[in-house]
């Protein structure tokens, strides 16, 4: 007998059961023997949005909601945007651990050395409209990629799996860039490979008719700490949809594709083109207490607030408030920024956001500092998706290597309509 467990007893029938309890949980499949009968089909648990199951163990990211502590692989995700590359930490969300100087040298050789897509994908997103939502794009395009790397299916090949793992992390830049370009009807810029990840993905975005782009250094450090801050967010929606796509053993272009959508939705990655939409309307300071006042009236949500697992500060919106001031040294001032900044003030004052603990998230200011660097508002859920591709992966590769896991298929409980028969025909 297990030291920690759960006894229950079952009113219907009396019986008693003692239920294990592990890491602070238990196996829902161990109430399946609770029954009333031999035909019935045991207890199962309800969790609409799955509020309460951990459907899966993960060694990769740990959360505290309540402390407002965000860590990957054990690392605090404060030191890692202070210290490190975001290729370092993508090495190190990928593999479990820092890369010495050689693992990094090989594994940054690889990223830049896989940036380039085949030039039918070019043709392939040249066929969007013009004005194509660039997300929309960008789900389609990674989904083609499977197309072109037949391999890619063999997910139990764990050689295999490292290669289209550096495709996927190598090809986003290129892909989320040329979305923007084919918006603002521009030649796609082809990636340089003496730039870093970051730098690059600037360089596809912006280079103009100058024979060598050089990025800012201020801007290519700023994106890469927002890149960090937004790699991995243990068992969020999208990364939900990965690893349920996963499971089916369908190719990580195919799943990446399917979590991307999920990304795009404005209660996820959505969130920081709602937030900008909310501060531009909001338009001045002085309209703040009234918009306030529609929130708790129900009208309308305060974008970029609240968080199903944080209760506390997201510790990486006060990072990123860091990054807004270095990026904004370099790009003046966004007026929406005062509007962000006193509308957190006064949140975060009201009884109403207290009560609720609703906070800043992340993507309270990262459509801000994007919208600064020159981003569109449409790019902003595919700025997300690049750096999450790498948390993606990892919980992917995770999902793939655990014996415990198998294809994810959810119960319901059926409230339709009994079983009847069709009227009799009319002869
Ligand atoms: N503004 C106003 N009220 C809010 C907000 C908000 N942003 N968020 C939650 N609430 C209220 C709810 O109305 C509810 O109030 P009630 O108890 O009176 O009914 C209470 O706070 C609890 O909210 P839930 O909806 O139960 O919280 P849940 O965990 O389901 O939702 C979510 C989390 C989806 C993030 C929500 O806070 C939200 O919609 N926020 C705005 C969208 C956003 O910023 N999303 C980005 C999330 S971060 C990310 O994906 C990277």
């Known amino acids: 007998m297990s030291e920690q467990g759960l006894t229950i007893t079952d009113d219907r029938t009396g019986k008693s059961y003692r239920l294990p309890i592990e890491n602070g949980t238990v196996r829902a499949m161990d109430l399946r023997q609770i029954k009333t009968g031999p035909d019935d089909f045991g207890l199962m648990t309800y969790d609409p949005a799955l509020m309460n199951t951990a459907a899966t163990k993960s060694a990769i990211t740990f ?16 030191q890692l945007a202070e210290n490190c590359s ?42 969007f409209r013009y004005d194509a939502h660039p997300m929309g794009m960008f789900i ?28 996927l992390i190598a090809k986003v830049p290129t892909i989320a860039a040329y979305t923007y370009r084919h918006n603002r009807g521009l030649r796609y810029v082809y990636p340089d490979n003496d730039l870093s990840y970051t730098g690059n993905f600037l360089n596809m975005m912006f280079k103009m008719t100058e024979t060598k782009y050089t990025p800012n ?9 927002l890149f960090i801050l937004h790699a991995d967010h243990e068992q969020n929606c999208s990364t939900n949809a990965m690893r349920a796509i996963g499971s089916s053993c369908a190719d990580p272009y195919s799943a990446a594709a399917g979590a991307a959508a999920a990304l795009y939705g404005p209660l996820h990655g959505g969130a920081n083109e709602e937030v900008l939409k909310m501060l531009t309307r909001i338009d001045h300071a002085e309209n703040i207490p009234q918009f306030i006042e529609r929130v708790k009236n129900g009208q309308g949500k305060l974008m970029g607030f609240g968080h199903r697992v944080y209760k506390n500060y997201d510790p990486r919106a006060r990072i990123i408030k860091r990054v807004a001031d270095d990026v904004f040294k370099v790009t ?3 007026r929406l920024l005062d509007i962000a900044l006193e509308l957190e003030r006064i949140a975060l004052e009201d009884e109403y956001f207290i009560s609720r603990k609703l906070y800043p998230n992340v993507d309270f200011y990262s459509g801000i500092i994007y919208q600064a660097m020159g981003l569109p508002v449409a790019m902003f859920p595919v700025m997300f998706a690049i750096p999450r591709t790498v948390g ?6 995770e999902m793939i290597t655990d014996p415990e896991q198998k ?9 339709g309509h009994p079983r009847r028969d069709l009227p009799a025909k009319k002869s």
Do not use: C
Request: overall charge negative.
């Open 63 to 78: 959360i505290d909601g309540n402390k407002g502590i965000l860590e990957y692989r054990g690392y605090p995700v404060e």
């Open 86 to 127: 975001f290729l370092q930490v993508a090495y190190l969300i990928l593999s479990g651990e820092l890369p010495n100087e050689e693992q990094l040298a090989a594994w940054t050789y690889d990223i830049t050395h896989h940036t380039f897509v085949h030039e039918n994908i070019k043709t392939l997103m040249q066929a």
């Open 140 to 167: 389609s395009t990674v989904a083609a990629l499977s197309t072109f790397y037949a391999e890619a299916n063999q997910v139990s090949n764990a050689e295999a799996r490292l290669a289209q793992i550096k495709r």
């Open 217 to 225: 250094p201020a801007l290519e450090r700023a994106l890469d700490v």
């Open 332 to 334: 003046g001032r966004n």
């Open 392 to 397: 993606w992966l990892a919980q992917w590769q």
């Open 407 to 415: 294809i994810a298929r959810p119960r319901q409980i059926f409230v």
